[in-house]
């Protein structure tokens, strides 16, 4: 199984070893990147390692290749063959560098060295051939660590190191596109994977040790664990892996859920199952093209033209394309209709996007009666159309529509959420303090429209019950087990 490796890029050795007594549980090892150090802390350096009390990973890295270091193989060697004179276990030198003394010196005190290609642009054009040659001598770990910025650099990175013929080798894709690379090294051929603890990333897309140990289950993938997950761009600051997660932890089931910045869906499934993908939940701006790429759909996805959930069906070895988003809206709905003993008979609907679709079905499905009502009149009438519903503008005559439909009012347009919490989609609209008050932005719990609707007295549904639910339809479908955390 692959290993975790802790980064340190802090200024002293001090605050480093303070980093590994907080972060041993969670790593293999460490790297001390001495490139960040101050340069009176180099007469530290040959204790470090007995004092880390982790094996340690030396690392002295150029600015051409995205560290501190300005000096040539001369200065290198300088530094380095000083420090070896502690117990390092590897030496990670640029394969750019000519440094023959730590070289040398490694050979003799039998040090790994890692021999690396930093590429911050992309991947490299012949990056297979360079990989292949890297290494200089035998029992080097040759590292190709890259930016990668789409889905199919992802999967290229990945045939390049199934196909380098390398025992041991690491790879690494960096920037948000590659941290599946980070999270999954064992499945890209990497037999170790960077974390950052401290002030200052070591590199674009490492995590703090702690969540990809926790969170992302690290230490317990192994080549059986299913893979799950979430598409979409961006998607890191996605709150479904923290639902997903300790799910799958606490139904017993050996299985990951993890964040995929996806720039071309239709190749993600096409390639997914190759790292053993199994189902995953769809985000923007994926959910209307998946519904028109995926063979085979249910009702819901074609009802409302959107896919929120992909999963692989084993028996006929194709991707089933569901939407979960109009049953985890109604969940909470019918949750507070029971315990309140509240009928809901009449719904307005502000807003007319894909949000809106996914509401106005299951209102519909449910026989509610429903009507729209959006900045844009030709978005509500389009919408309205489809469904044979009434609709009008945010403006007077919306005003008198909502007023008739007004047991419930859901709001679903991205206005008022983060970073934008200001915002409001409807500022001049007055609440009765009679209706429920259902509001589909998550972040933060309480818009500023929720909030008016409750100091009003409205009562009201907070978007986070919208998520969670949906999240639990998806669970099932991914797992065939209740999410049950
Ligand atoms: P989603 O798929 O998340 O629902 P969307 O399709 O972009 O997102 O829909 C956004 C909805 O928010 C639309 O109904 C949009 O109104 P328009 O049809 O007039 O564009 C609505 N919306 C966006 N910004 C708005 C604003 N400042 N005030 C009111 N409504 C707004």
């Known amino acids: 199984m692959a290993g975790l490796c802790l980064s340190l890029t802090e200024a002293t050795i001090e605050e480093n070893l303070r980093l590994i007594k907080k972060n041993k549980p969670f790593v293999d090892l460490c790297e001390l990147r001495i490139d960040y150090l101050k340069e009176e802390e180099h ?18 890295r150029g600015r051409d290749q995205g560290g501190l270091f300005e000096g040539d193989g001369r200065d290198f060697d300088r530094i380095c063959t000083r420090a070896l004179r502690g117990n390092y276990s590897y030496v990670d030198i640029d394969s750019t560098l000519d440094a023959p003394e730590t070289e040398n010196l490694c050979g003799k005190r039998g040090i790994t060295i890692i021999r690396s290609v930093h590429d911050f642009t992309g991947i490299p054009e012949n990056c297979g051939e360079l990989l292949r040659r890297l290494p200089k001598h035998s029992g080097e770990i040759p590292k190709i660590a890259c930016m990668i910025a789409t889905t199919a650099d992802l999967f290229r990175l990945r045939r390049i190191g199934a196909e380098s013929g390398h025992s041991r080798q690491i790879i690494i894709g960096m920037g948000d596109f590659g941290i599946p690379t980070r999270l999954l090294p064992d499945r890209f051929g990497s037999m170790l994977s960077y974390s950052t603890a401290g002030t200052a990333a070591a590199a674009p897309g490492h995590l703090p040790p702690e969540k990809m140990t926790n969170l992302f289950r690290f230490r317990e993938i192994d080549p059986e664990t299913k893979l799950f997950g979430i598409i979409g761009n961006p998607v890191l600051h996605s709150k479904s892996p923290e639902i997903h997660n300790p799910g799958l932890k606490a139904a017993g089931l050996n299985a990951v859920y993890i964040p995929f910045p996806v720039d071309d869906p239709e190749l993600f499934f096409t390639r997914i199952r190759d790292l053993g993908g199994r189902g995953f939940s769809i985000t923007v701006p994926h959910k209307v093209r998946t519904a028109g790429t995926l063979a085979r759909r249910d009702k819901a996805v074609d009802a409302i033209g959107s896919c929120n959930t992909a999963v692989w069906n084993d028996r006929d070895r194709e991707w089933i394309g569901y939407n979960t988003d109009a049953a985890g809206f109604y969940g909470p709905l019918k949750g507070y209709a029971d315990v309140h003993g509240r009928k809901i008979q009449g719904a307005a609907v502000i ?9 106005v079905y299951a209102l519909r499905q449910a026989e509610i009666e429903t009507c729209v009502v959006n900045r844009t009149e030709e978005n509500a009438e ?4 489809e469904f044979g519903i009434p609709w009008a503008g945010l403006n007077g005559e919306g005003k008198e529509l909502v007023h008739r439909y007004s047991d419930l009012i859901v709001q679903t347009t991205s206005v008022g959420m983060t970073p934008d919490t200001e915002g409001d989609p409807w500022p001049d609209f007055r609440f009765s303090g009679d209706e429920l008050v259902y509001e589909c932005i998550y972040t933060p719990k309480y818009t500023t429209f929720l909030s008016r609707a409750k100091e009003s007295g409205c009562d009201v549904i907070t978007g986070d019950r919208m998520l969670r639910c949906q999240a639990e339809e998806q669970f099932i479908l991914f797992t065939g087990k209740r999410l049950n955390t």
């Not at 530290?44 to 002295?60: K, N, R, S, Y």
């Not at 807003?351 to 509401?359: F, I, K, S």
């Open 382 to 385: 389009k919408l309205a159309a």
């Open 43 to 60: 007469g530290a350096l040959p204790l470090f390692p007995e004092q880390a009390g982790l094996p340690v990973i030396l690392t002295l």
């Open 351 to 359: 807003g007319a996007g894909g949000a809106a679709r996914a509401v």
